[in-house]
């Protein structure tokens, strides 16, 4: 029987979004959960069963679904399971793909979010026709996908490309989930901005708009908020970041030589706040033989589809 659908789901650690997706690459329909809600994955699969199952009835029952592919932090796509992901709220291992099996009865697959987020770049979005690239997702966390020579570099393991945890800040540096201090991650995600919004307004007598909004109560959005009001510690915060991140990005090309570096996430709705730090500071640590030749490009697609539409692509080849 011809099954001419996949399911692609990107799990984050503040919302799971999922999708029908078609062999020409449309997402006929999509919904979304909350994982944080969720301390039992059990459960959490219950409810993903609730709403995917809406999803999977009106386009034709299960019989027309090749597979599931998922892209999940810190997803070992040689094993199916999701391994001591600091933001998540299920710590240890996890057979995800196993269970997620047991409950659909469609075989699945499963991978780091990043990853596919890297895929469904590569085959969909600013990306396509590179065979050299990194992508760099910056939300909840800092993720990333490294493709050479047209394919994801996994590593024997199934967990290369951790570049979120390099460490950024060797002295004093912030506590990470994953226990380190001065993970790139404690810095450059959505929760890092907040973090840097909170010191600086601590260490800073400046007027801002930030003043007016309960210190441990600021998010990232709040920041690109004042912003783009002018507010001078706002713009402050994003140059910091862009230094951190540029600082990183710069020995990133060291190891992989890409032709582009490619921004996914929520942070990059900041536009030239962040990028402009992050091309400058990248530019000034890198070797000559690079300087002007990697480009910083944003994700053409939409946030939630490009994760979707790379871990659908997992699922055609089950």
């Known amino acids: 029987m011809e099954k001419p659908f996949v399911i692609g789901m990107d799990m984050g650690g503040t919302n799971t979004v999922f999708g029908v997706v ?30 995917l199952i809406k999803l999977i009835d009106a386009t034709g029952g299960v019989d027309k679904f090749k597979g599931i592919g998922v892209g999940a932090p810190n997803g070992n796509y040689y094993t199916g399971n999701i391994e001591f992901a600091p933001n998540l709220p299920w710590k240890g291992v996890v057979p995800f793909a196993q269970l997620m099996s047991d409950k659909f009865g469609i075989p699945t697959a499963l991978t780091n979010d990043a990853n596919a987020a890297a895929l469904g770049e590569m085959t969909y979005g600013v990306a396509r026709g590179m065979k050299h690239f990194i992508m760099i997702t910056l939300g909840t966390g800092v993720g990333s996908g490294i493709i050479i020579d047209g394919k994801l570099v996994y590593g024997h393991d199934g967990f290369a490309g951790e570049l979120g945890h390099v460490t950024a800040i060797r002295n004093n540096g912030r506590l990470c989930g994953c226990g380190k201090s001065g993970c790139l991650e404690t810095y450059a995600s959505a929760t890092g901005v907040a973090r840097s919004a909170r010191e600086i307004l601590e260490t800073s007598t400046k ?64 536009g030239d706040l962040i990028l402009n730090p992050i091309v400058e500071n990248m530019e000034k640590n890198l070797l000559p033989i690079w300087r002007g030749k990697v480009k910083v490009l944003f994700s053409e697609l939409k946030e939630a589809d490009a994760a979707i539409l790379g871990a659908s692509s997992l699922a055609w080849e089950l």
């Open 22 to 51: 078609d062999a020409r690459g449309n997402v006929v329909s999509k919904s979304a959960i909350k994982t944080g809600n969720h301390t039992d994955v059990n459960l959490y699969i219950q409810d993903l069963h609730t709403e």
């Open 207 to 270: 007027v801002s708009l930030l003043r007016n909004i309960a210190v441990e109560s600021i998010t990232s959005k709040d920041v690109f908020d004042a912003a783009m009001q002018g507010d001078e510690v706002a713009k402050e915060i994003f140059n910091y970041t862009g230094k951190i991140l540029g600082e990183c990005l710069a020995d990133f090309v060291a190891f992989s030589a890409p032709e582009a570096i490619v921004l996914f996430g929520g942070l990059t709705k900041a």
